[in-house]
C-alpha cells in the first residue's frame, strides 16, 4: 500500500496519473503566492536562506556476520500495480517491543541460576519480536521513534545502514511525505538532506512557512531499498508508522514530494494540480516534485511553484 522509489538521488517526478480521491475545483492563488513567466520567478529557490544542519546521528554499525545483500538490478521503468492489488495487513497479534521486553526481564529476574541461559536466550528472541500495529497505534514519539530505529517488520532490516525518522515539528500543520530514504538521507539518519532538504526548505519558506516550526518531513517506508522501488509489502510493513506520525503531528495539510510518495499515500492513483483528500478526516492533499528531481530538472520549478501555490490557497 505505498510507494516505491527509484535508485538514488532517490524521487520520482510527480505523479500524472488520474487521481482516486475526489479533487476540488481548482482555486485561485493568493497573489503573494502568483507564479510569473519571467527568467527570474524562480530566484526564491535558490536565494532563500540556508536552512540550520541538523546533526547528524552515527549509523548503526551492521552486524559483522551478516553477508552483504546482494543488488537488484534498478527496474527498468516504473510498475506500481501492486498500489491497487496490495492486500490490507491482517491485524498482528504480536506483542510490542516494550511488552516483550518487560516479559522478557520478569523471566530473567526470577530464573534460577541455572536457567539464566534459557532466559538471556528467550529475551533475545522476544525483543526481536516485531512491533504490532496495535502497539504502533498507541506510541508517544520517543517510542514512536525507537521503534523505527529498531524495526523488523519487513526484510529491509536486514540490508539497511540505519531507519531514517521523519524530522521536524512534532505539532506541525503541515507534513511533508517523500516515498523512501535516498543513500545521503541513511547516511545523515534524516529525511530529504543535503541539497535537496535545503530546496525543500526554500520551497516552504516560499510559502511563509517555517520548517522547523510548521512542517514535519518524513518517508513513506522508512529503510532504504537496495538500487529499487519499494516493495507493496514493505509499505504496508511501514504503513503503521506514517499513521501514527499522521495523527501525532495533527497536521491539516499534506504534501507528497515524488510520484512514488503521492501513490504510497493515496494507495492508488494520484495527480498532481489538484487536491486529493485523505483518510476518514479528509486530510488535504497536493503532490508536486522531488527536490532530487527538481535539481536535475530545474524547468519543472515553475509547476512545482504552481503546486505549492495550491496547496497554501488550500490550508484552512
Known amino acids: 500500500?505505498?510507494?516505491?522509489?527509484?535508485?538514488?538521488?532517490?524521487?520520482?517526478?510527480?505523479?500524472?496519473?488520474?487521481?482516486?480521491?475526489?479533487?476540488?475545483?481548482?482555486v485561485q492563488a493568493p497573489a503573494a503566492f502568483a507564479a510569473t513567466s519571467d527568467d527570474d520567478s524562480m530566484a526564491w529557490f535558490d536565494d532563500a536562506p540556508v536552512p540550520p544542519v541538523a546533526p547528524r546521528a552515527a549509523p548503526p554499525a551492521k552486524p559483522a556476520?551478516?553477508?552483504?545483500?546482494?543488488m537488484e538490478a534498478e527496474p527498468a521503468r516504473e510498475d506500481t500495480a501492486w498500489f491497487d492489488d496490495a492486500p490490507m495487513p491482517p491485524p498482528s497479534a504480536t506483542p510490542s517491543r516494550s511488552a516483550a521486553n518487560a516479559a522478557a526481564d520478569?523471566?530473567?529476574?526470577?530464573?534460577?541460576?541455572?536457567?539464566?541461559?534459557?532466559?538471556?536466550?528467550?529475551?533475545?528472541?522476544?525483543?526481536?519480536?516485531p512491533v504490532s500495529d496495535e502497539a504502533i497505534a498507541g506510541?508517544?514519539?520517543?517510542?514512536?521513534?525507537?521503534?523505527?530505529?529498531?524495526?523488523?517488520?519487513?526484510r529491509l532490516c536486514e540490508t539497511r545502514v540505519a531507519a531514517v525518522n521523519g524530522r521536524g515539528a512534532e505539532r506541525a500543520t503541515w507534513i511533508a511525505i517523500a516515498a523512501a530514504p535516498s543513500v545521503a538521507d541513511e547516511q545523515d539518519v534524516q529525511a530529504i538532506s543535503g541539497?535537496?532538504?535545503?530546496?525543500?526548505?526554500?520551497?516552504?519558506?516560499?510559502?511563509?512557512?517555517k520548517p522547523e516550526a510548521d512542517v514535519y518531513i518524513t518517508n513513506v517506508v522508512k529503510c532504504r531499498p537496495p538500487e529499487?522501488?519499494?516493495?507493496?509489502?514493505?509499505?504496508?510493513?511501514?504503513?503503521?508508522?506514517?499513521?501514527?506520525?499522521?495523527?501525532?503531528?495533527?497536521?491539516?495539510?499534506?504534501?507528497?514530494?515524488?510520484?512514488?510518495?503521492?501513490?504510497?499515500?493515496?494507495?492508488?492513483?494520484?495527480?498532481?494540480?489538484?487536491?486529493?483528500?485523505?483518510?476518514?478526516?479528509?486530510?488535504?492533499?497536493?503532490?508536486?516534485?522531488?527536490?532530487?528531481?527538481?535539481l536535475r530538472k530545474p524547468e519543472d520549478k515553475a509547476k512545482a511553484w504552481a503546486d505549492l501555490c495550491l496547496a497554501k490557497a488550500s490550508d484552512g
Not at 556476520?65 to 546482494?70: D, L, S, V
Not at 535537496?196 to 510559502?207: D, F, P, S, V
Open 1 to 26: 500500500m505505498a510507494p516505491s522509489v527509484p535508485p538514488e538521488p532517490q524521487a520520482n517526478a510527480a505523479a500524472d496519473t488520474p487521481a482516486v480521491a475526489r479533487a476540488v475545483p481548482p
Open 65 to 70: 556476520a551478516r553477508a552483504a545483500a546482494p
Open 106 to 129: 520478569a523471566s530473567l529476574s526470577e530464573a534460577a541460576p541455572s536457567d539464566l541461559a534459557a532466559a538471556s536466550y528467550a529475551a533475545a528472541e522476544l525483543a526481536s519480536t
Open 139 to 154: 506510541m508517544d514519539w520517543p517510542t514512536l521513534q525507537a521503534a523505527v530505529s529498531s524495526c523488523t517488520r519487513c
Open 195 to 209: 541539497e535537496a532538504g535545503q530546496l525543500l526548505h526554500n520551497m516552504l519558506k516560499a510559502i511563509e512557512l
Open 228 to 294: 529499487r522501488n519499494p516493495t507493496g509489502d514493505e509499505v504496508i510493513a511501514c504503513r503503521p508508522y506514517l499513521e501514527r506520525e499522521l495523527a501525532l503531528t495533527g497536521a491539516t495539510m499534506a504534501m507528497t514530494f515524488g510520484q512514488f510518495a503521492a501513490k504510497g499515500l493515496m494507495m492508488g492513483p494520484a495527480a498532481r494540480g489538484k487536491v486529493m483528500y485523505y483518510g476518514a478526516n479528509r486530510l488535504p492533499v497536493v503532490a508536486t516534485y522531488h527536490p532530487d528531481d527538481l
